[in-house]
């Protein structure tokens, strides 16, 4: 079974950081490029940020980037996301998306979400 | 950047047809996803590449895209389908993916 599995998320403090991880299974992880999208309360989708399988093409949103960075292990089918000098707009809950098809292509859809992590900045 | 503009709520009466527009300029160019999400839950592909379904979706899901407006079609609405609706493209001109504001829908 195709599965992606968010861990991470918890209570920070503005300016705090923290580490976000997807951990995939049931499918070829290297050969999928792999997104963050994010969903803050009572809000709609927001893209954060992919990568492509072998992390030669990385994009970020403009609200993330400089404070985010997306990485992936293939050896260890894992995505990650570091999130530093969060803020109180950061809050939301964080899901895990699967490229829909094999080959390099910035505008597959996203075919298999994790459940989320929730991520809330707080003081 | 790149806007996706979709209507808040759509509201239908069970048996009967549902359609939610996705506009954006010129977004008959570009190729446009749907997935539903319902509360609580993570959201799922309905409709891929304007009008592919993805296994498991049923026949009464459909999507159209030309000019300034896609377009995702739910035929024989049953209650089950009530969730919220988003359309994705990917914008070249910014590298970024853009999700349309998502689209309520009610059945009554």
């Known amino acids: 079974e195709v599965q992606l599995v968010e861990s991470g998320g918890g209570l920070v403090k503005p300016g705090g950081s923290l580490r976000l991880s997807c951990a995939a299974s049931?499918?070829?992880?290297?050969?999928?490029?792999m997104n963050w999208v994010r969903q803050a309360p009572g809000k709609g989708l927001e893209w954060v940020s992919s990568i492509s399988g072998s992390s030669n093409y990385i994009y970020y949103a403009d609200s993330v980037k400089g404070r985010f960075t997306i990485s992936r292990d293939n050896a260890k089918n894992s995505l990650f996301l570091q999130m530093n000098s969060l803020r109180a707009d950061d809050t939301a809950v964080y899901y895990c998306?699967?490229?829909?098809?094999?080959?390099?292509?910035?505008?597959?859809?996203?075919?298999?979400w994790g459940q989320g992590t929730m991520v809330t900045v707080s003081s | 950047s790149y806007v996706l503009t979709q209507p808040p709520t759509v509201s239908v009466a069970p048996g009967k047809t549902a359609r939610i527009t996705c506009g954006g300029n010129n977004i008959g160019s570009k190729s446009v996803h749907w997935c539903l999400q319902k509360p609580g839950q993570a959201p799922v592909l309905v409709i891929s590449y304007d009008g592919d379904r993805p296994s498991g979706i049923p026949e009464r899901f459909s999507g159209s895209n030309s000019g300034n407006t896609a377009t995702l079609t739910i035929s024989r609405v049953e209650a089950g389908d009530e969730a919220d609706y988003y359309c994705q493209v990917w914008d070249i001109s910014t590298d970024h993916v853009v999700f349309g504001g998502g689209t309520k829908l009610t059945v009554l």
């Open positions: 998306a699967k490229h829909q098809v094999v080959v390099h292509n910035e505008g597959s859809a996203f075919d298999i």
């Open positions: 049931g499918f070829t992880f290297s050969a999928y490029s």
